[in-house]
């Protein structure tokens, strides 16, 4: 009897999954020559699910300003934000980002999933009520956890869904807080944000937008899913990342809320683990101006979401309600899926494997995120992997060249 | 006497509900007494639990938050847990 055994259910799976081929939960790249390209097991592929948005990894402005901030400040800040580790970089970033979101305050933390962790649960506490889309990320439920606040959901991406849940509260609606993401991880939706803004008005509650996949995606000025769907002054509370459009790592919360400051020496998940180092913060300094200046690399992400969307589709492939730089391919079973996914890789394609129970409704997928960084002849050389293996394993009836 | 009969009716009622509920969810039939352990006779994860409990604030019209799953291990917890909000309600 070892402490490990109550997870022995999840052996034979694991085992199952590594005897076909590669294990998705251990890849291990042995270089990265690029936002697209890298070395697995010696072979060359191209890199089509690190959430690389704007490609920003290898700016070499980025790099710069890293390597300058390394050899100034060293190479980390050995303490929490509350005790020593505050640098002067710190404040900066989160004045940038304050401004970028045209909020009074912001606050960095070291993770994307500790910012919903200390977010969330500095917001809410116990005796408050926590509203969630059914899908949320893992760490929007962590975070739950943590917060101790009374916990409803409601169906994904569903206002109607949301209304009658607040109504069935009575008066505990007002003042709960909703909490729901831009552009959904898995899937690549995007919420009904208009039609969820009305249902918080209407019932006085407060809303929280995590827009990590969203920030430097949507939006004119890459703000997000708020900014492009024009409520940005209905959506209360804004938590992002560092670790995919600008190519870092980190989290933040913004808003205009009184007493931000207070989340300080409240929020456990900011006050209790160290801070981010200074090359981290300097590199994101410099990709958070870059997200918002180039707009050309925005243009490029949406056009290439869109040739591999719409070629996966008029293939016949299963893919989500529309095209997004998540695009997720739903395989008939995970034994399909784990056989593609080895395939793909065999063929110089790396995406990710998504299999339950970290997927909606238990589906199977293939998620891909593409960057603003791919070629056309990228996308093209992916699209005709598909195709091939496709048609190998019986998934698709017929090639394009034979039904056009 | 009849108060008790009453009792156990509505909590036979909220079982029946559960077991409905976990079918639509699992979409396989389900057997289930009070003492089905959810977890372990039904094969449901934490994910299909929460889904379950989305199907039953439906049919019961009632809100059950779901901190208040943590002390729910078998069919007739979760029964005790929706007979008790509605009372509340
Ligand atoms: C919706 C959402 N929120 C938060 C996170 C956590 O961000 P990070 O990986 O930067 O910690 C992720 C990604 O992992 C995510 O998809």
Redesign the pocket.
């Known amino acids: 009897m070892g402490l490990l055994d109550k997870h022995l259910g999840y052996r034979a799976p694991l085992d199952g999954i590594r005897a076909a081929g590669a294990d998705p939960s251990s890849v291990r790249f042995d270089a990265v020559l690029s936002p697209t390209e890298g070395i697995l097991d010696g072979k060359q592929v191209i890199l089509l699910g690190t959430n690389n948005y704007l490609g920003l990894t290898f700016d070499p402005e980025c790099i710069e300003a890293s390597a300058a901030a390394v050899r100034e400040w060293g190479t980390g800040t050995t303490g929490s934000r509350f005790a020593n580790g505050t640098y002067s970089g710190h404040t900066d970033l989160e004045r940038a980002l304050a401004g970028f979101y045209g909020r009074k305050h912001a606050m960095v933390f070291t993770?994307?999933?500790q910012a919903?962790l200390g977010g969330i649960s500095g917001l809410v506490g116990r005796g408050d009520h926590l509203i969630l889309d059914a899908d949320s990320?893992a760490?929007i439920y962590d975070a739950a956890r943590l917060s101790q606040a009374e916990v409803i959901r409601f169906r994904h991406n569903d206002p109607e869904d949301l209304h009658k849940r607040l109504r069935r509260m009575g008066d505990q609606a007002k003042g709960s807080l909703i909490v729901v993401?831009g552009i959904y991880?898995m899937i690549g939706d995007v919420a009904p944000l208009k039609e969820m803004v009305a249902v918080k008005n209407e019932m006085g509650a407060y809303l929280l937008v995590?827009e990590?996949?969203s920030m430097g995606v949507l939006g004119a000025k890459g703000r997000g899913l708020a900014e492009a769907a024009g409520v940005e002054d209905d959506v209360d509370f804004i938590i992002g990342?560092f670790?995919k459009s600008l190519g870092s790592?980190g989290?933040f919360l913004v808003s205009d809320a009184e007493n931000f400051d207070l989340l300080r020496i409240v929020s456990r998940p900011y006050m209790f683990t160290a801070s981010l180092p200074p090359a981290v913060i300097a590199s994101t300094l410099v990709a958070l101006k870059r997200c918002e200046a180039d707009v050309g690399l925005r243009a490029q992400l949406a056009a290439n979401a869109d040739q591999l969307y719409d070629g996966l589709r008029e293939m016949g492939y299963a893919v989500g309600p529309h095209a997004s730089p998540i695009t997720a391919v739903v395989m008939p079973d995970q034994a399909m899926a784990v056989t593609m996914w080895n395939a793909l890789l065999a063929n110089g394609v790396y995406l990710n494997l998504a299999i339950p129970p970290a997927t909606p409704n238990n589906l199977s997928l293939l998620r891909s995120s593409v960057s603003a960084a791919h070629t056309p002849e990228q996308i093209g050389t992916v699209l005709d992997v598909f195709e091939k293996l496709g048609l190998h394993y019986g998934l698709l009836q017929r090639s394009r060249r034979a039904s056009a | 006497m009849g108060g008790s009969r009453m009792v156990e009716l509505a909590t036979d009622l909220t079982v029946r509900e559960v077991a409905r509920a976990a079918e639509t969810v699992l979409g396989r039939s389900v057997q289930v007494t009070p003492e089905t352990d959810i977890a372990r006779d039904l094969a449901v994860d934490s994910l299909a639990l929460m889904n379950i409990v989305m199907e039953l604030e439906d049919r019961f019209d009632l809100s059950i938050p779901l901190d208040r799953l943590a002390t729910v291990q078998t069919v007739g917890d979760l029964s005790e847990l929706i007979n008790k909000l509605r009372v509340k309600a």
Do not use: F, I, R, W
């Open positions: 993770t994307g999933y919903n990320h760490s993401e991880s995590d990590a996949h990342t670790s790592v989290g």
